[in-house]
């Protein structure tokens, strides 16, 4: 059972399941389906990372993702966050300059 559907901009009609339920809020969900292979755990770290943003008790306004190059940095293009792509080794220090 699904909490959402949404037609995405590949025109492809996605469904969050029910497990998403808390924090379907934080989801893009029209650009799923996510680009990650099938097995991949960045699914979950996806989802994990949602939940503790929003068991953070600080206001989703005040969270900002950042992310660098490669499979982990799509995270950011999935959560409805403020979010800053940078290169590789730039997530790091990016947020102190
Ligand atoms: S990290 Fe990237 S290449 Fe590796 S399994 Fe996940 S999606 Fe595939």
């Known amino acids: 059972m699904s909490v959402e559907a949404e037609v995405t901009t590949t ?3 996605v469904e969050l399941p029910k497990s998403y339920e808390d924090i379907k ?5 029209d ?3 996510h680009i990650w292979c099938p097995g991949c755990g960045l699914g979950i770290l996806l989802k994990l990372l949602a ?3 929003k068991n953070s008790g600080i206001p989703i306004e005040k969270h900002v993702i950042v992310t660098g ?3 982990t940095g799509r995270i950011g293009g999935y ?3 403020d979010a800053y792509h940078v290169t590789h080794a730039g997530p790091y220090p990016s947020p102190l300059v």
Do not use: H
């Open 11 to 13: 025109g492809v009609k």
């Open 79 to 81: 959560l409805k966050l």
């Open 31 to 33: 650009r799923l389906p």
């Open 69 to 71: 190059i490669g499979c």
């Open 51 to 53: 939940r503790a943003i």
């Open 25 to 29: 809020d934080l989801i893009r969900v």
